[in-house]
C-alpha cells in the first residue's frame, strides 16, 4: 500500500469503536435511518451539483454509489435519462426506487457495498458519491472503480473532515476515549494523486443543518436511553462540521 493511502487507511480505522464499547451498546451504533436521506423535492445548487451537470451536458446516465435516498442523482434529474443506485442497505434502495418512480426517471438499484458491486453496477456516464469516502478504509480501490465506471468523468462530495469528529469530545466525556485526528480531503486528495488521479477541487461550504438529535447521538456513542438527558446537556456548543470539498475528476 502506498504512503498515502497508509495513512489514510490508519486514520481511518482509528474512528472504529472499541469492542469493549461496542459489546455494551443497547442499539446498532453504524445503522442509518433512510427517512433523513430522502432527496429534497428541490435540488440545492451547490459546487457537487454544477460539476456533474457540466459532465452531463445535454443529457447522460448516472450511477450513484452510496446512494442513501438518491440526493446525489436527483439533483440530476432534468439531463439525466437513467440513473443506477448502488447502496449496502436495501432499505435505502427502496426509498431510492420509490423516489425515482414518483419523480419518472428510470432507474435500477443494485445492492453491495462498492467496489465489490461495481461489475452489477455496470458503467454510466457520469459516476457520482456524496459522502461515501469517509466510511472507506481502502480508498485506492473504491476510486479506481468509480474511475472505471465512467464513460465522461466522477464528482465525488465530501466533508473536509470526518463527519463523525465533531463527537470526539463526547467519546472522551463519556469513554474516556481519546479520538486520534480523523482524516480530511487533503488526506484523501493525496490518495487520488498517488493513483494517478488529479482532481479539481472546490472547496465550499453548505448551508448550516438543524441541531443535532439527542438519541440519535447517544446510540452513536453507545449509550442507553437513559443518558440522552446528559447528552442532550453536552450538545451545545459543539460545532459540526459544513465545510465540504468536490472532487472532480474526467476520463
Given amino acids: 500500500m502506498s504512503a498515502a493511502a497508509a495513512h489514510w487507511a490508519r486514520l481511518q480505522e482509528g474512528r472504529g469503536i472499541p469492542a469493549a464499547i461496542l459489546a455494551q451498546a443497547p442499539a446498532d451504533p453504524w445503522g442509518f435511518d433512510p427517512a433523513a436521506f430522502r432527496a429534497p423535492a428541490v435540488a440545492q445548487d451547490t459546487p457537487s451539483r454544477a460539476a456533474a451537470l457540466e459532465l452531463l451536458g ?19 434529474a432534468a439531463r439525466a435519462t437513467h440513473v443506477t443506485g448502488v447502496d449496502a442497505q436495501q432499505d435505502m434502495l427502496d426509498l431510492f426506487a420509490a423516489d425515482a418512480i414518483a419523480r419518472g426517471i428510470p432507474h435500477r438499484t443494485v445492492l453491495g457495498a462498492w467496489p465489490g458491486s461495481a461489475a452489477a453496477a455496470g458503467p454510466a456516464d457520469v459516476v457520482v458519491s456524496h459522502l461515501v469516502l469517509h466510511n472507506v478504509v481502502d480508498l485506492p480501490p473504491f476510486v479506481s472503480a468509480l474511475t472505471a465506471a465512467a464513460r465522461r468523468g466522477v464528482v465525488v462530495e465530501m466533508l473536509c473532515e470526518h463527519p463523525m469528529a465533531w463527537l470526539d469530545p463526547l467519546w472522551e466525556r463519556f469513554h474516556g476515549l481519546h479520538r486520534p485526528p480523523p482524516a480530511t480531503d487533503a488526506d484523501a486528495l493525496a490518495v487520488l494523486r498517488e493513483c494517478g488521479i488529479e482532481p ?16 440519535w447521538v447517544a446510540r452513536r456513542l453507545c449509550l442507553a436511553a437513559e443518558r440522552v438527558p446528559e447528552v442532550a446537556a453536552a450538545l451545545p456548543g459543539l460545532p459540526r462540521p459544513n465545510r465540504v470539498a468536490t472532487l472532480t475528476w474526467t476520463v
Fill in 58 to 76: 445535454a443529457g447522460g446516465t448516472v450511477l450513484d454509489v452510496g446512494c442513501g435516498g438518491g440526493d446525489a442523482a436527483f439533483a440530476l
Fill in 200 to 215: 479539481t477541487v472546490t472547496s465550499w461550504e453548505r448551508s448550516a443543518r438543524p441541531p443535532a438529535d439527542p438519541e
